[in-house]
């Protein structure tokens, strides 16, 4: 069943597979969720299957996915953003993924001059489809987006934003319901390399949708105890 993460869960996102039994270890050292990978071409190793599908939710953690990003500098556009998004829906349908469930467009390392009018329409198209695709589209914020943070929020149709480790805009009004934390060094689990992601809800309540086997677990030990500042400028600060 898809379910809201509430305010102060903490999950990781990974392109690695996980195991059965790997979950189970992550859900066990506090760990609530993980975001896992679609392909933007052909599968990749790392790319979330069927089996990982029911072994992440038999271990008790929630799923999100996010699609594959090309390489830094590569040109947006209306036409690629639809392909990008027929590419993950078709993934989606053959994995045998539940409709609802929040999908994040990666949008990072764009080449710098690209026209905003371009990223949009990338954006917006791929929005399209997911959408009416039935699953929940949301956008990972990383480094080089090439958009503003009133053109992220304004421009945009989308209603989950998902920031990462990355010095990136803010957005207004809504702000982020998700924030990536990046360890310097990185940061392995089980022998699996991960970023932790902590769930913020945004201003307008919106939190991340997952994929669980049942309703979301609720002990406190779950959950990461916050202080969260939000101040006049739209920042916000996590203690």
Known sequence: MIKQLPQGALGFDTNQTLTLDIAKKLRATGYSFAIRYIPI?????GDITTQEIN???TAGLGLLLVQHCRYPGWVPSGD???KDATRAVAHLNTVGMPKGVNVYLDLEGVKPGVSTGDILAFCNNWYDIINNAGYTPGIYVGFDCGLTGDTLYHGLKFQHYWKSGANVPDIPI???EMVQTIPTNGKSVYGINIDEDTVLVDKLNNSPQALFADAIPTPKTLL???SISFY????YEIK
């Open 41 to 45: 071409l052909q599968r990749a190793t």
């Open 232 to 235: 006049s400028d739209g920042s």
């Open 80 to 82: 690629l953003g639809t």
């Open 55 to 57: 072994d992440i939710v």
């Open 224 to 226: 990461r105890t916050l």
């Open 174 to 176: 809504r702000g982020y």
